[in-house]
């Protein structure tokens, strides 16, 4: 598929009234909790510590499959007893953070798209219960006119979305290559949150990109 120029992009997206938000990463740091409650576990369970880098890069992948790829070579068992007691501890942890899970702008950003009329829904890998926890932490719930989770794949989530919602452009607001990927196919235009935990190389399979949730408002021209 041809990728529009990015002028193009640019006068097609003053007219998008829709988008759908990926949620770690983009709306939700979530390596604020994830990323400690793993090293702590990985002591609690004898595992070496991963380094927090590759603990953020990894943030997107739906479980058990997370902690697979963070411990390759240990067996699934074990692994899995670390990844629930990791989930556990998470939990705890954000609810502690409260609106502080939030990347900064985030919460202002959502304000001026709801008072905008912008119909707007969240598209996750994440499980119920992660998900559940995140949005009722950071209380922004309310935002979202629909919420897609607990999924491996994102591309049929965002059909599902694209299709019950309204007529009309969309935008894709994601970190990771599952979004744009799901964004594409889907025939949205895609934009990096270059702030989260996806790789250059995966900000470079965006249409666009964004450095902070802020630069969203100035890609739509709103005040």
């Known amino acids: 598929m041809i990728k529009d120029s990015r002028s193009t992009l640019l006068e097609r997206i003053k007219d998008v009234r829709n988008i759908i938000f990926d949620m770690d990463g983009t709306l939700v740091d979530t390596a604020k909790a994830t990323v400690p409650t793993c090293l702590q576990c990985a002591e609690d369970f004898g595992l070496p510590k991963p380094d927090p880098n590759k603990i953020r890069e990894l943030i997107g992948w739906s479980n058990p499959e997370f902690y697979y790829r963070m411990y390759p070579d240990f067996p699934r068992d ?7 007691q990791v989930e556990i501890k998470e939990a705890s942890y954000i609810e502690t953070l409260g609106k502080d899970i939030l990347f900064p702008g985030v919460q202002e950003l959502l304000e001026i798209l709801k008072s905008e009329g912008f119909y707007m829904a969240i598209a996750s890998t994440g499980s119920q219960e992660h998900v559940d926890v995140c949005l009722n932490t950071s209380d922004i719930q309310s ?10 794949e994102k591309v049929e989530m965002v059909h599902r979305i694209q299709q019950g919602g309204p007529k009309g452009d969309w935008l894709l607001v994601g970190d990771k290559d599952k979004d744009s990927t799901a ?41």
Do not use: H
């Open 78 to 84: 074990l692994i899995d007893a670390y990844g629930e």
């Open 143 to 152: 935002f979202f006119d629909i919420i897609e989770c607990g999924e491996p």
């Open 183 to 223: 964004g594409n196919k889907n025939d949205m235009i895609t934009i990096a949150a270059k702030y989260g935990f996806g790789t250059e190389e995966e900000f470079q399979t965006f249409d666009l990109s964004i450095e902070t949730p802020k630069e969203l408002i100035d890609l739509l021209q709103l005040k």
